[in-house]
């Protein structure tokens, strides 16, 4: 299969996925309760409002938000939007929804990208060195310190931190609590997995006779790894852009959480609680698109990487 087709494939099926997981996030939200409306209603009866009243404020929340009209409308009409990226006003802030989904997926790849990028090299060198010298007790250590970092609760560790910081210990700094420290947690979150893969498959090619056959040649180490590396480079491709999206989607929700860093992942959560459809709508659109863009860059880097491997017929 040509390249055009590889990517066209991918995008055919990106397309279903963001239609099916569109499909069931706007159900979910149209066919169960509206804890907003419920809310509402509960305090205005509180308040002493009649049934009247109540019942006015119920058909006035409905059509401000459009969902007075009838259910297939709605749906049709949501698609449509989110195909032309015309999501329209967020329920909440009242702002440009596709702006507002924008501005915060920006914020959340200023931390992502780097942390990312971190983790994919460190875990390659560690993985590489524990691969070729399993023996050696700086491979054992790196290995460790991988596998204790990953273990380590994002939540618990960026929680002390900022325990230290309301008690003075450290300095408040924006550079470190809405840059630094959400790259560490992040790549921390990431580097025990991109390590432990490389190692295993570093091993399975550091013992195979093409590379007893480079090291009689007189090659040295870094020679040797490259060649380990590339034969092994499938395999870490591959859960670079699958295990590791979800990783990274849970770890950007509680770091956002807990540093109060309006990325994307935060902007979600607000969005689900006030059941702000065209966010959360238009998020999911953010989260699937980066998804697809991942399947078709995999596929085409199985094609660079060993130009045997069919990315049609998997």
């Known amino acids: 299969m040509t390249v055009g087709g590889v990517v066209a494939k991918r995008v055919g099926l990106g397309l279903v996925a963001v239609w099916g997981v569109l499909t069931t996030v706007f159900a979910l939200f149209t066919l169960t309760g509206d804890w907003v409306l419920q809310e509402e209603v509960g305090l205005a009866r509180w308040s002493g409002a009649s049934e009247t009243s109540v019942e006015t404020l119920r058909q006035e929340y409905l059509a401000s938000r459009g969902l007075d009209r009838p259910l297939l409308d709605q749906y049709l009409d949501w698609l449509g939007n989110m195909v032309t990226l015309d999501w329209g006003p967020s329920f909440a802030t009242g702002e440009p929804a596709f702006s507002l989904v924008v501005d915060a997926a920006t914020r959340t790849a200023m931390y992502v990208l780097p942390a990312v990028a971190l983790a994919v090299v460190a875990g390659l060198l560690i993985g590489l060195y524990a691969a070729l010298r399993p023996e050696g007790r700086l491979a054992s250590t790196g290995m460790g310190t991988a596998y204790l970092v990953f273990a380590l609760p994002n939540f618990w560790v960026g929680g002390i931190v900022l325990s230290l910081a309301l ?31 490389t190692r295993a498959y570093g091993r399975e090619y550091a013992t195979a006779e093409f590379v ?3 090291r009689a040649k007189g090659a040295s180490e ?6 380990v590396l590339r034969n092994a480079a499938i395999p870490v491709v591959s859960m670079l852009f699958t295990e590791v999206l979800t990783l990274l989607v ?21 969005a689900i609680e006030s059941r702000d459809l065209p966010v959360v709508l238009g998020g999911t659109v953010v989260i699937i698109g980066v998804g697809v863009v991942g399947s078709v860059v995999q596929d085409l880097s199985y094609r660079a990487l060993d130009p045997r491997v069919d990315t049609g017929s998997r």
């Open 212 to 214: 007893d056959l480079v």
């Open 250 to 270: 849970l770890a950007v929700f509680v770091i956002e959480a807990l540093f109060g860093i309006e990325g994307l992942g935060l902007v979600l959560v607000r």
């Open 167 to 197: 008690d003075g210990v450290v300095g408040e700094s924006a550079l470190v609590f809405e840059h630094l420290l959400p790259v560490l947690l992040t790549t921390t979150a990431l580097l025990g997995g991109y390590a432990s893969y």
């Open 222 to 227: 870094r020679r040797v790894a490259v060649h």
